[in-house]
């Protein structure tokens, strides 16, 4: 049977851990491939991490077609939504594949308007629907975080270096951590990333810190809820900074005992 890879495609697909992986392939060994992969044409839409490893290993697989999508990017946006629904992706990655959608989404609405313009005389501006995912409040709601988390996003995915992308992808810095470090040049960014969890987040802090600083001072007036409504939000992203790290350093715990046991 001929499959094709599509890497863009692919690319919709998270890489699962060292240990996700290998759960995985003991699956597939012990107990076959139960799920049949799933094909457009000839090229695969679900199932990659399962046809790679009983690619490896010779596991017989099954296959189905789903022939009814119209283009490339009907198969993107039915691959999006199934990933969106997934309770197993991260917030960084519904928030990429969201925009992800809003781009495939904006792009066919501006070109189904430059085939079919609409009529002045039938053109209604104030009774037409605004056009879908026209804000960043539904994009946030497609990936189940608030829109100020998909702005950080946004941030990352256009100034983070492929190395710092790499390291909120995992885990190794939060989305607020990493929007900040995003800020600061690529070669500054690269030594953040290559120092580690701990220089990531102090590079993260001094942009906090810096921020604060240019702010023009106001007059302070005790119990002004600005003020406190600041202090809060700085706290929230010192306490997401530490619980990424807490998470990120559990799962390397997880995987040296795992590692262990194996070796055992």
Sequence with gaps: MNITINDELRAFVDPLTDVEYAALERSLLAEGCRDALVLWRDTLIDGHNRYEICQKHGIPFRTVHNNNFASIDDVMLWMIDNHLARRSVSDFQRGVLALKKKEI???????????EPPK??????????PPPWNTREEVAKAARVSANTISQIER???????????????????????????????????AAVAGGRKELQQAARQ?????????????????DPADELAAARAEIASLKDRVATLLTENEVLKQRLVHAGVAS
Excluded: C, F, H, Y
């Design 207 to 223: 942009v906090r810190e810096q921020k604060m600083a240019t702010r023009p001072k106001k007059e302070t007036v005790a119990g």
């Design 120 to 129: 002045p005389e039938a053109d209604d501006l104030d009774s037409r629907p």
């Design 105 to 115: 989404v904006t792009a066919r609405m501006a070109e189904q308007l430059a085939k």
């Design 156 to 190: 990352i995915q256009k100034a983070a270096t492929p190395e710092l992308r790499e390291a909120v992808r995992t885990g190794a810095i939060s989305i607020n951590a990493a929007a900040n470090v995003a800020q600061l040049p690529e070669e500054v960014q690269k």
